[in-house]
């Protein structure tokens, strides 16, 4: 059996990493998204957004997985699991999660914005959100940024195509913990529902694909992922 799991910032929510647009805790509440995670914010004041990211690199190299990351992690004993995530966390990798496709980057990984070449350096610890801190920068004079993808950047082209050859040979597509509202990435379920792919989708709140998932569990990610295999029979009967 193949399981394709295609997840958002709210399967790491129970680990204590804030989702984005979840209101009363969203770290876009306190920020405009567009000022600080696109390629314009950048342009315009690196420094702000070198701050904001150290500041979650600190926080996501603080928290731990959850029962849902490792959930998913287990299900490979079962069946042929690929992750499709729009996190720029590693928790489903440090859940043991094998084949993980980042369609929107990773806070753990860096590159100069100039010549690409990937940085290695030192990244400053930031325990507390700070306004500003200089980016550090490269020999040939560009500034080192992490490589993940702002609104207005292109997707990784190897994450997308593995993204789509999981969706496609997916016999069960799991959507958890996004809003489904970024694109091309929120473009991913709705192909699996065009190809007559199951689709259970795991979020507390409905969202734009509530109404053509298959199931739609209005149930969190750390209680819903552990039994979800098991449920299956009764969830399709
Ligand atoms: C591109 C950076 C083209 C890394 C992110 C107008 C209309 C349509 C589209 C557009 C438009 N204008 C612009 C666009 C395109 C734009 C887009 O889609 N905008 C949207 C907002 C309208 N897309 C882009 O710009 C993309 N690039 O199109 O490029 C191009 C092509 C070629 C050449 C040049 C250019 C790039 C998109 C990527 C942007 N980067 N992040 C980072 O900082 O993390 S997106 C950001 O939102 C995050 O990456 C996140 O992954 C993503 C989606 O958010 P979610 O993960 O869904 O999180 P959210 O808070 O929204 O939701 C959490 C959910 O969890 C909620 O539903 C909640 O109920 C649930 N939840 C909470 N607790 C739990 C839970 N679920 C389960 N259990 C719980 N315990
Ligand atoms: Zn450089």
């Given at each position: 059996m193949r399981v394709t799991v295609f997840s958002g910032a709210g399967i790491s929510a129970e680990s204590g990493v804030p989702t984005f647009r979840d209101a009363e805790t969203g770290l876009w509440a306190k920020v405009d998204p567009y000022e600080i995670s696109s390629s314009e914010g950048w342009r315009a004041h690196p420094d702000k957004v070198w701050a904001w990211y150290l500041w979650r690199h600190h926080m996501m190299g603080a928290v731990a997985p959850n029962e849902g990351h490792r959930a998913v992690a287990a299900w490979e004993d079962h069946a042929e699991v690929h992750v499709v995530t729009q996190n720029v966390d590693n928790l489903h990798e440090r859940a043991?999660?094998?084949?993980?496709?980042h369609v929107h980057g990773s806070l753990f990984e860096f590159h100069c914005d100039r010549c690409g070449t990937e940085y290695a350096g030192p990244i400053p610890d930031m325990p507390e959100p700070v306004e500003s801190v200089q980016p550090p920068r490269c020999v040939c004079g560009g500034l080192i940024r992490p490589n993940v993808v702002w609104f207005g950047e292109p997707l990784p082209d190897d994450a997308w195509e593995q993204s789509l050859e999981a969706v496609v040979h997916a016999d069960l597509l799991v959507v958890v913990g996004?809003?489904?509202?970024?694109?091309p990435a929120a473009g991913l379920p709705e192909l699996a529902v065009a190809h007559g792919t199951p689709v259970i989708e795991v979020n507390p709140e409905p969202t734009p694909l509530s109404a053509s998932a298959t199931v739609s569990l209005r149930e969190k990610a750390a209680s819903a992922l552990p039994g979800l295999l098991q449920r299956l029979p009764s969830l399709f009967d």
């Amino acid at each position: 059996m193949r399981v394709t799991v295609f997840s958002g910032a709210g399967i790491s929510a129970e680990s204590g990493v804030p989702t984005f647009r979840d209101a009363e805790t969203g770290l876009w509440a306190k920020v405009d998204p567009y000022e600080i995670s696109s390629s314009e914010g950048w342009r315009a004041h690196p420094d702000k957004v070198w701050a904001w990211y150290l500041w979650r690199h600190h926080m996501m190299g603080a928290v731990a997985p959850n029962e849902g990351h490792r959930a998913v992690a287990a299900w490979e004993d079962h069946a042929e699991v690929h992750v499709v995530t729009q996190n720029v966390d590693n928790l489903h990798e440090r859940a043991g999660s094998r084949n993980v496709h980042h369609v929107h980057g990773s806070l753990f990984e860096f590159h100069c914005d100039r010549c690409g070449t990937e940085y290695a350096g030192p990244i400053p610890d930031m325990p507390e959100p700070v306004e500003s801190v200089q980016p550090p920068r490269c020999v040939c004079g560009g500034l080192i940024r992490p490589n993940v993808v702002w609104f207005g950047e292109p997707l990784p082209d190897d994450a997308w195509e593995q993204s789509l050859e999981a969706v496609v040979h997916a016999d069960l597509l799991v959507v958890v913990g996004t809003s489904s509202v970024v694109y091309p990435a929120a473009g991913l379920p709705e192909l699996a529902v065009a190809h007559g792919t199951p689709v259970i989708e795991v979020n507390p709140e409905p969202t734009p694909l509530s109404a053509s998932a298959t199931v739609s569990l209005r149930e969190k990610a750390a209680s819903a992922l552990p039994g979800l295999l098991q449920r299956l029979p009764s969830l399709f009967d």
